[in-house]
Nanobody
Framework: QVQLVQSGGGSVQAGGSLRLSCAVS????????MGWFRQVTGEEREGLAA???????FYTESVMGRFTLSRDNAKNILYLQMDNLEPEDSAMYYC????????????????????WGQGTQVTVSS
């Protein structure tokens, strides 16, 4: 059983930064893939970044160079540092984990078969 508790997010002006955190409690297995996706109401989920168990990172093009995925192994916390935010980044953000690490990717992390955090709103004003 895995539990994810998110923190961070909020409102910021364009060009600003925010950091999202996701505390991962995994009692029965070690996630093979961890990452973040976002969703705007009425739109498709957009995978943003994912990291496999080996620490390899994958980013979707829209956030490459602006968002950084990292992990504190000692604390079991996954972070998403978001810099140079744009109004188009406004959405509900979710962290997610999956047992499968072979197919780890930003798209894969959006699957409903994965375990999701509770979500946190990010709003970027122009």
């Amino acid at each position: 059983q895995v539990q994810l508790v998110q923190s961070g997010g909020g409102s910021v002006q364009a060009g600003g930064s925010l950091r999202l955190s996701c505390a991962v409690s995994a009692y029965t297995y070690t996630p093979g893939c961890m990452g973040w996706f976002r969703q705007v109401t009425g739109e498709e989920r957009e995978g943003l970044a994912a990291m496999n168990i080996g620490g390899r990172r994958f980013y979707t093009e829209s956030v490459m160079g602006r968002f950084t995925l990292s992990r504190d192994n000692a604390k079991n916390i996954l972070y998403l540092q978001m810099d140079n935010l744009e109004p188009e980044d406004s959405a509900m953000y979710y962290c997610a984990v999956a047992l499968d690490g072979v197919n780890c990717s930003p798209t894969f992390i959006t699957s409903e078969n994965n375990v999701w955090g509770q979500g946190t709103q990010v709003t970027v004003s122009s």
